[in-house]
């Protein structure tokens, strides 16, 4: 089997809820999709997708990834999309870095993977470890009393965790906190997500002021040294997320004691064969995991899905669904929330077969 061409899609994802909110008065309204399609001669065609949260979150933006794209395309037609393994060591000769650029072409590789072999991904990364998982809703930062509400409104709807989005104003942020746990049950997790939007002293202020609360604090600072240094202040339960961006800085942060659990992204990470790595290693060195991607409709929906149920499911802090917050359909067969919880459909590959006409024309065709 070779792939001959490579068909790229973009598509806009507007927010139900208008526009979501997180640290440092960072916003986005309409998420910009890029949708692979990778054609093989066999007949099988593989779909990936990369959506950035806009591009002042991570190193990543939508156009990067299509500009990416054209780059590494050419250099991976005509080989096999099963050797997952040479087909990233081709991606990364192409075009150092930039691993958000080559998560698209992974998972599609993984689909491709998946159908020829008439097996779901779940499957293949090492077999169902759960039904369907838990998800969380992301709480975007708002007004104290706002947030708290909209946790009530999700609370009807099945949902049992939910991600805070923090990281502005510390006075205001620890009025959140106390007021958003206040509305929920004793066995509900809260996650507090600064997203590196505090300095070392407002973190200091806000982990001190939260002490006596059940919640987890999740990357307070930009960098690494100033996350350790305010994880050494606090008992509270402990997530990075934005600086562990691979094997190595995983295997820094469990050297240094740093974090009690870790946000997985698919895509900050290069995909699910780069993902998978990550997870195991997780699963053996005792680290839980919320494992999701930087935003994403059905095709983001599904990959996430896929490795979250091939986790045990005590090393799953928590996954989410992220095609239920937008407007736009773009594949059948994804994943759907159904009270708080979703799972993968059981079909070969990721299980999603596009809509063509939500996605429109390529903007971008290799050969």
């Known amino acids: 089997?070779?792939?001959?061409?490579?068909?790229?899609?973009?598509?806009?994802?507007?927010?139900?809820?208008?526009?979501?909110n997180w640290s440092n008065g960072n916003?986005?309204?309409?998420?910009?999709?890029?949708?692979?399609?990778?054609?093989?001669?066999?007949?099988?065609r593989g779909y990936g997708e990369c959506t950035p949260l806009g591009a002042s979150y991570l190193p990543a933006y939508g156009p990067g990834?299509?500009?990416?794209?054209?780059?590494?395309?050419?250099?991976?037609?005509?080989?096999?999309?099963?050797?997952?393994?040479?087909?990233?060591a081709r991606m990364d000769s192409a075009l150092k870095?930039?691993?958000?650029?080559?998560?698209?072409?992974?998972?599609?590789?993984?689909?491709?993977?998946?159908?020829?072999?008439?097996?779901?991904?779940?499957?293949?990364?090492?077999?169902?470890?759960?039904?369907d998982v838990n998800l969380y809703r992301a709480i975007s930062q708002e007004a104290p009393e706002i947030m708290a509400e909209k946790i009530e409104g999700y609370k009807n709807e099945g949902y049992t965790k939910f991600q805070l989005k923090v990281g502005g104003n510390a006075e205001q942020d620890i009025v959140r906190i106390h007021q958003c746990r206040a509305v929920l049950a004793d066995?509900?997790?809260?996650v507090a997500d600064a997203n590196t939007g505090w300095t070392m002293h407002e973190a200091a202020r806000v982990v001190w002021a939260v002490r006596d609360l059940d919640v987890y604090i999740e990357q307070p600072c930009a960098t690494?040294?100033?996350c350790l240094a305010i994880r050494k202040r606090t008992a509270l339960p402990f997530i990075l997320d934005e600086v562990i961006d691979g094997v190595q800085m995983l295997l820094r942060g469990l050297n240094d004691g740093a974090f009690d659990a870790i946000n997985l992204k698919i895509s900050k990470v290069?995909?699910?064969?780069r993902a998978r790595q990550i997870r195991d290693l997780c699963v053996t060195t005792g680290v839980a995991m919320t494992i999701?991607?930087?935003?994403?409709?059905?095709?983001?929906?599904?990959?996430?899905?896929?490795?979250?149920?091939?986790?045990?499911?005590?090393?799953?802090?928590?996954?989410?669904?992220?095609?239920?917050y937008g407007t736009v359909t773009i594949a059948s067969g994804a994943p759907q929330r159904v009270e708080g919880k979703m799972s993968a459909n059981g079909e070969p590959g990721l299980g999603c077969d596009p809509i063509k006409a939500s996605l429109g024309e390529p903007v971008l065709v290799l050969h």
């Open 187 to 190: 066995t509900d997790l809260l």
């Open 27 to 44: 916003s986005v309204e309409v998420f910009d999709a890029t949708i692979v399609e990778l054609i093989t001669d066999d007949g099988i």
């Open 97 to 131: 870095g930039h691993p958000y650029v080559k998560s698209a072409i992974d998972v599609a590789c993984w689909d491709i993977l998946g159908k020829s072999a008439d097996m779901p991904i779940y499957q293949l990364l090492g077999g169902k470890q759960q039904a």
């Open 292 to 324: 999701e991607d930087t935003w994403g409709g059905d095709f983001v929906t599904a990959a996430i899905a896929h490795l979250a149920q091939s986790t045990p499911e005590e090393f799953l802090l928590s996954s989410t669904d992220f095609n239920s």
């Open 270 to 273: 290069g995909g699910l064969t």
């Open 1 to 20: 089997m070779k792939i001959t061409a490579i068909n790229v899609y973009q598509k806009n994802l507007p927010l139900r809820e208008g526009r979501y």
């Open 224 to 226: 690494y040294e100033e």
């Open 65 to 88: 990834v299509r500009a990416g794209l054209a780059e590494i395309g050419p250099k991976i037609i005509g080989y096999d999309p099963r050797d997952l393994m040479s087909i990233n």
